[in-house]
Every structure is written in structure tokens, then in C-alpha cells.
């Protein structure tokens, strides 16, 4: 009798064929390329770390080193970006509002902030600086006030320490070094045009900053260097002091070559800023502000304007775009307020810690000192951002998040560069349709991240 094979016989006999050579041939590769990465060079005092998902079975394709703590540079921004979603939720966004003490001819303006980064931003519409002035403006001529005494912010449970614990002295004065306050101001960066030299050494001058900084200065130290060498310059802010140096090189030949700073004080930039804004309009008010850190009687202030952000979905996107630091530390710092009454970003990171355990992922993968990944000091396993992803694949919101993931090598997923760590973590749908998450970190390599990016990329060219 012969033996009868049914159609359907034959698919399942295919598929599982199929499936047996996905099974030898992915990880296979996958181990193969990670075992010659890892034997380059470039490598030979790193610790690497790769962990690769199937993303519809959960089964685990590759792992090595998985759970092993590494600085994970800006593919931190990953866990902050689905840490706010969890615990702020998607419909999120900041306000600020603005009120005038009752009963007085000069009445004192009252600015309550909430920690929104995108006040001032040029990255939306409604957010622009002259937006936003030209709105609270508007919103005080109707009071018809034509003076105010004073300006004070409303900062209690906020600490004045914008910078978080691990930022490196030569980060925390340039742009992306921008700490959050309570009353954030254009991304709290501000530019700097400067002019160099025609011959190597030649002094570079300061052309001027865009916008005016009000009560500090700044002094160049730097000197020209040779064509192409490109922006070496860096801008070191004393605490507590007026002026900062700027030191380094920029190219020889250069009338107007930009470089971006961060605000020492956002809150005191943007009350001179509006106090000159006012006066163009006949409204006098002061150049500085009054940072109020214990509870404000409101009852005694009457609001007339408030601004509002754009929602989670807008800031996580520019968040992971862009990679701005400040967003990061912002949202860390919303959630330890929400959730603790305070800002402390330690809070905001227990909280956060706290929040994954309950979803299986232990705290000591998730040593984290800030929000944004600038730290040194961060230390993450690839285990845990791949468990994230995951998790964040499943929530109502992912299509939002999926849409910050940046494009690299044709692949969605976010970088990360530090001195000495570079990292990807995100999603990939290879050309058999499998979608896989991963992870991939690497510290303590040696040579340029630009070689190094191009060997990870050869490694992670084995999911498609």
C-alpha cells in the first residue's frame, strides 16, 4: 500500500524544514560574526554585549554577555522614553501658568512652571520663543497692568541642581550638557558666533551670542587650528561665577563659525527676555526673577494665562531624533515630582526601577544615575533594554514611540556614543518577515567609533 501524503502534510513538512534552517542558519550566523567582532583589533580591551529577540516566539536568538551592566550611552534614552510612557502616559503634557497678585497698583507676576523642556523651543509652532512672548504678552495687556514689582517663579519641590550626578565638568556648560529646571527657556541653549584666525594659533574672537545673554559673559581662550579640523571648541561655566572661558580650536577662516552653549540660568534668561519684550509694549517689569521654593498662597493671585506643551508623543520623538539630553532629565525629573512631591532625579530612577521589577526586570540591570545617557556612570544590561522594547511593542502608545526610533545601517533603532561606549538598540524586520529586538553595546574599545559603528553594523547585517 502506498503511503498517502496529503497537501497539507507536505506545508507542515516545509515549514518545519523552514523553521529548522532559520533556527541553524540566524543564531549561527549571528555567532559567527560576533565571535570574529570581538577578535578584531579594535576590540582587544572591550566588553561587548549582544541580545537578540524573536520578537513574535520571545525566543531568545543570541545572547552573550546579556546581563552584563555596560554604559549604555543614548540608547538610554530608550528606557526613559518608555518609562514616561508607562508612568506619565501618552496623553502627557506640561504646563505653565502665569497669574498676578491681587489687591496691588504693581502687582507681582507669578510664574508656575512645571518642568516643561519644550517652553521657548523652536521645534514647533506654538512652542517658538516669539510664540510664547507674544501670547503672555497679549495675555497681560488684557489685564491692563502697566507695570509689575516683581517676577517670581514658583519652584517648590524642585531643587535649583540642574545637572545630574556623573555629567562630565567638559559637558555640563555646552549645549548638551542643558540641565531642567522648573521654568525651562529655549532648550536652555543659547549660540555663540565666533571668528578665527588666517594662521594656525591666531586668536579666536567671540562675534556675539544669539539670543543676548543676560548677567554672564564670556571670554575666549581659543586659538585656530587647521582647516577641517571642525568644532573642538568647549565652554566651561564656573559654578556660581559670571564668566565663562571658552577653550580649544575652530578651523582657521572662519567669520561666523557656530557653537551652542547652556544657559547658566533659564529661568532669569527668560524674565530679562520678557521684561524687554513688555517695555516695547509700555509694560515695565524687572530684569531678574525670584525663585520661590516654599509654598505660594494662590488664592492671593489671579491666572490669566496658561501654555501648554505638546503631548508625550511629540517630545519622546525629538527625545529620540535628536538625542536631546535635557528631554531625558526633564521627563526623569516630572516623574519623580508626580510620583514623590520632589524632583530628585535618584527618585525619578527608583521609581523607575521599581516600576520595571514589577515586570521582571531586576534593579541591578538597570544602574542608572540620569535620564538621557550622558553619564559615564549608567550601567545597563542588553538583557533589560530588549525586555523594554518588547514590553513596549505590546502597549497601546508603541506606534508613537516606534516612530522616535531613528534610522540606521536600514534599521529602526536608537545610537549611543560616549567617550569609549557606543550602542544600538531597537527593531528589526528581516527579509523572511521574523521581527527581531535587539541590543548591542560595546565599551572600552580603542581606535575611531566611526570604524567601530561600521564592524557592529556587519554583525547586525545578519537579521536581514
Known sequence: MKP????????????LLHTAAWSQSVPDKLAAAFKKFEEDPQLRNAISSLYVLDAKTERVVFDKNGRVGLAPASTMKIITSISAYELLGKDFRYET???????????????????????????????????VLRGLTEALQRTGVKSVSEVVV??????????????????????????????????????????????????????????????????????????????????????????????????VNESSFKISGA???????????????????????????????????QESYTLFHTITSPPL??????????????????LLKTIAYKNYGSSDSDKGLEKLRQHWLQLGVPETE???????????????????????LQHARKQHWFDGFYASVPVFNSMKMKSGTIRGAKGFSGYHKGKDGREYVFAFLVNNYNG?????????????????
Not at 210 to 234: I, Q
Not at 264 to 275: D, G, I, K, M, R
Request: aromatic residues 10%; hydrophobic residues 40%; glycine residues 8%.
Open 4 to 15: 498517502y501524503i496529503t497537501k497539507f502534510t507536505l506545508l507542515l513538512v516545509c515549514a
Open 97 to 131: 501658568k502665569f497669574a498676578l497678585r491681587n489687591g496691588k497698583s504693581q502687582p507681582a507676576l507669578l510664574i508656575l512652571p512645571s518642568g516643561d523642556p519644550t517652553l521657548g523651543s523652536w521645534r514647533w509652532p506654538l512652542t517658538k520663543e516669539s510664540t
Open 154 to 251: 514658583a519652584n517648590e519641590g524642585w531643587n535649583e541642581e540642574t545637572v545630574p550626578d556623573g555629567w562630565m565638568w567638559q559637558d555640563i556648560a555646552n549645549y548638551y550638557g542643558a540641565g531642567p529646571a522648573k521654568l525651562n527657556w529655549r532648550e536652555n541653549q543659547y549660540d555663540v558666533l565666533l571668528k578665527s584666525g588666517k594662521q594656525l594659533g591666531d586668536r579666536v574672537a567671540i562675534v556675539k551670542t544669539v539670543p543676548r545673554l543676560y548677567g554672564y559673559e564670556l571670554r575666549s581662550e581659543l586659538t585656530s587650528a587647521a582647516a577641517g579640523t571642525g568644532d573642538n571648541a568647549f565652554i566651561y561655566f564656573p559654578l556660581g561665577a559670571a564668566t565663562a572661558a571658552i577653550r580649544g580650536t575652530i578651523p
Open 263 to 297: 544657559l547658566p540660568s533659564a529661568a532669569n534668561q527668560f524674565v530679562s527676555t520678557l521684561s524687554d519684550t513688555l517695555a516695547s509694549v509700555g509694560i515695565q517689569g524687572p530684569q531678574q526673577t525670584t525663585l520661590q521654593h516654599s509654598p505660594i498662597p
Open 313 to 330: 508623543d511629540s517630545l519622546v520623538y525629538w527625545f529620540n531624533r535628536r538625542s536631546i539630553n535635557l528631554y531625558g532629565e526633564a
Open 366 to 388: 538597570l544602574s542608572l544615575v540620569d535620564g538621557s545617557g550622558l553619564s559615564p556612570l549608567n550601567r545597563v544590561t542588553t538583557h533589560a533594554q530588549v525586555r523594554l
Open 448 to 464: 575611531s567609533a566611526s570604524a567601530l559603528v561600521q564592524k557592529m553594523y556587519k554583525v547586525l547585517d545578519e537579521l536581514k
